[in-house]
């Protein structure tokens, strides 16, 4: 079996050199030829023998450059299942909607604990969703005025569904905004918990059943079987330990900007770069992204 790794420098912070790519192919053993995926940004090659990511990592001295491999074959994935909050936009939403309620920090805590794996998720959801019974719905209108995509996320989306993939947003988050990010970026679906509310305020519910970790990899697991794709040519991202059963089974499962417990668990890590990166991760060249 034969592995392919890939370079991408976090382009606002540092370029990639023939240099910093010698010293990585150095570190695993050697490789064949580079082949540039986009100047001073993203290079491949294919790795003799079986790649080492933390020996090539520390070979980057720190460098803001994140190292991915994948298998030779079939490097271009059918079906992408993306987590939303911290991983296709910047922000945790319920964190967001609960500063409209007073009580950003308090929640903020909890999340912070529930998406390493100290909480369980359902418990932990329904705990936060409680304290924002009375919340005006239009608390929710503001928060996603706010809500920011995360750089490359677009592309990612829109390049994958040029290509023939499904793509999919599978979120612990709420409806309300998985259905107007998928809109806004071309999700071909979006499932996600729902938000209760009396027509003018939340009740402090949730809708049952709670979308959670298993809920994640399931889906994973049933839009492949309805592609008739195996598990290899599935591709995955997140950050949060609700994500780590899909990141782990999916063909190629990247953690993005990972909490700490799914960093140690899952060997392809976004660390620095933008969602482009997994782009370059299945062998596409920056002239063939699509944008809006």
Known sequence: MSYVLTLVAARDAVSLTSAMVDAVRDAVGGGLTPVTLSDAEAVEFQAIGTPDLALARAALAGAAVDVLVSRSRGRRRGLLVADMDSTIVTSETLDELAVFAGIGEKIAAITARSMNGELDFKQALRERVAMLKG??????????????????????????????????????????????????????????????????????????????????????????????????????????????????????????????????????????????????????????????
Do not use: C
């Open 135 to 292: 919340l005006h719905l239009g608390a929710l209108e503001k928060t996603w005025a706010a809500t920011k995509l995360t750089p490359g996320a677009e592309v990612l989306v829109r390049t994958m569904r040029a290509r023939g993939a499904l793509t999919a947003l599978v979120s612990g988050g709420f409806t309300f905004f998985t259905s107007r990010v998928a809109e806004q970026i071309g999700f071909d679906l979006h499932r996600a918990n729902t938000l209760l509310d009396n027509g003018t305020a939340l009740t402090g519910e949730v809708g049952e059943p709670i979308l959670d970790r298993d809920t994640k990899l399931a889906t994973l697991q049933a839009l492949a079987q309805e592609r008739r794709l195996r598990m290899t040519a599935t591709l995955a991202v997140g950050d949060g330990a609700n994500d780590l059963a899909m990141l782990q089974a999916a063909g190629l499962g990247i953690a993005f900007r990972a909490k700490p417990v799914v960093a140690a668990a899952v060997e392809n890590r976004v660390d620095h770069a933008d969602l482009r990166a997994l782009l370059f991760a299945q062998g596409y060249r920056a002239e063939m992204f699509v944008t809006a």
